[in-house]
């Protein structure tokens, strides 16, 4: 009976650990996205995508752990589930290091392994493809209305958070501008790279282009 209790159990846990997989999967690919453009950049995608307005998405954005994805999955939850999203911050804070999503999910019903939650599953995944074509189109054009493709403007009612004080919405805005230079620095250096780059293939083919006369000259082909 006890091994019995034993395997029951070790089944349920691999069962939880490949749900929080998905959840896992989903916020990273979130973030990995986002982290090429600064948290202006994303903040203006998330606005056109979600009807978020700016000063809600940098409180959520300091709430989960200054993480797009995990702010990505807490709009698509509470829209998912019709659940404020301060609750899901309130259930993810009490549950960090990324626990918090199958915490979240269970407490509103969405057990792991229940069609329910395969419903769930499947949703992410269309919502992680959808973000994936949004950033490479903003990539491309760098133009914030891409994010409007199969927009998903969050209910204003489950949006409403308490205000932060003015000291802790400063506090914020710093890192974010902190952040953001990070990402122009970087930017910055990709670019002299990449001008160093071309300057260098264009020499070497100016060089080609000069032998390749000097040749034809001396073949008495001009």
């Given amino acids: 009976m006890k091994k019995v209790i034993a395997s029951f159990s070790l089944i349920m846990m691999s069962i939880v650990m490949f749900a929080q997989a998905d959840y896992s999967h989903f916020t990273r690919d979130i973030r990995s996205y986002s982290d090429n453009y600064s948290d202006d950049q994303v903040m203006g995608l998330y606005e056109h995508h979600y009807d978020v307005p700016r000063n809600t998405l ?20 509470s829209n998912y ?4 999203v301060s609750d899901i911050l309130g259930i ?4 960090p290091e990324g626990n918090g999503w199958g915490v979240m999910a269970q407490r509103y019903g969405i057990k792991p392994g229940s069609p329910e939650f395969h419903r769930m599953k499947a949703m992410m995944g269309k919502r992680n493809r959808n973000w994936n074509d949004i950033f490479d189109d903003y990539g491309k054009t760098r133009n914030p209305s891409v994010a409007q493709r199969n927009r998903l403007p969050v209910n204003k009612g489950l949006i409403r958070l308490d205000p932060m004080s003015s000291k802790e919405m400063k506090q914020i ?18 670019m002299k790279e990449w001008e160093k780059e071309d300057r260098k293939i264009r020499k070497q083919t100016e060089k ?10 001396k073949n008495g082909k001009w």
Avoid: A, C, H
């Fill in 173 to 190: 805005n710093k890192e974010i501008e902190k952040r953001n230079k990070k990402i122009y620095k970087s930017e910055k250096k990709m």
């Fill in 92 to 95: 993810y804070r009490e549950n």
């Fill in 81 to 84: 589930l019709g659940v404020p």
């Fill in 58 to 77: 940098v409180q959520l954005f300091n709430g989960f752990g200054l993480d797009w994805g995990n702010v990505s999955l807490g709009l698509e939850l």
């Fill in 208 to 217: 080609i282009r000069k032998e390749q006369g000097k040749q034809m000259k």
